[in-house]
């Protein structure tokens, strides 16, 4: 039971954003550009760094939603999402993905932990400037969004199957729209 009024039938962070809009508004936008916007990430790749960061952090509705997302965005792909979710940088991915789920993983513990060694290992994987700043920057998002989350105690479902058709809408039509 969420500890404030919230609309009942919204799960997870939806409840609190269609309830505050003028909060909502913003954390929508925010999750639009971070996840939709200009990068040299694909989507795909963004969402898996919010699932993994959602995932590591005990963040069911996240970390479930944000899975199920890039489940649909890769496609033939969509193994890789419980693959890093169970593995981190450890998961069979490319290098470059390796190297910023490492990035987000330490950030997601202490921003302060990420070295030049992790970002040199990150460029010298592929990555460019713009794709070390989005993977910090989702981490850190991610963070707030999962505490915001579980810091209302907002409810979630417990099945992964209840999060397809969510994701699904999120993959096709972006965060503008999800605060119904």
């Not at 003028?22 to 999750?31: F, I, M, R, S, V």
């Not at 479902?157 to 965060?175: F, M, N, Q, S």
Request: hydrophobic share 40%.
């Amino acid at each position: 039971m969420p500890y404030i009024e919230l609309p009942p039938n919204l799960p997870g962070i939806a409840g609190p954003i269609a309830q505050y809009p003028e909060t909502g508004g913003p954390l929508n936008a925010l999750a639009e550009a971070l996840l939709r916007g200009p990068s040299s990430l694909t989507p795909g790749e963004r969402e898996t760094i919010a699932a993994y960061v959602s995932s590591r952090n005990a963040c069911r509705f996240c970390a479930e939603t944000h899975s199920a997302v890039a489940r649909h965005l890769l496609g033939d792909d969509a193994e890789i999402v419980d693959q890093v979710r169970a593995g981190g940088d450890r998961a069979p991915v490319d290098p470059k993905l390796k190297a910023l789920l490492a990035i987000a993983d330490k950030v997601r513990d202490d921003g302060r932990n990420v070295t030049a060694d992790d970002v040199a290992r990150a460029r010298a994987a592929g990555a460019d400037d713009k794709a070390v700043h989005d993977t910090v920057l989702i981490a850190a998002a991610f963070c707030m969004f999962n505490r915001y989350v579980d810091g209302l105690a907002t409810w979630a479902p417990v099945e992964p199957e209840a999060y397809v058709d969510h994701g699904k809408t999120l993959a096709e039509t972006g965060y503008l729209r999800s605060s119904r």
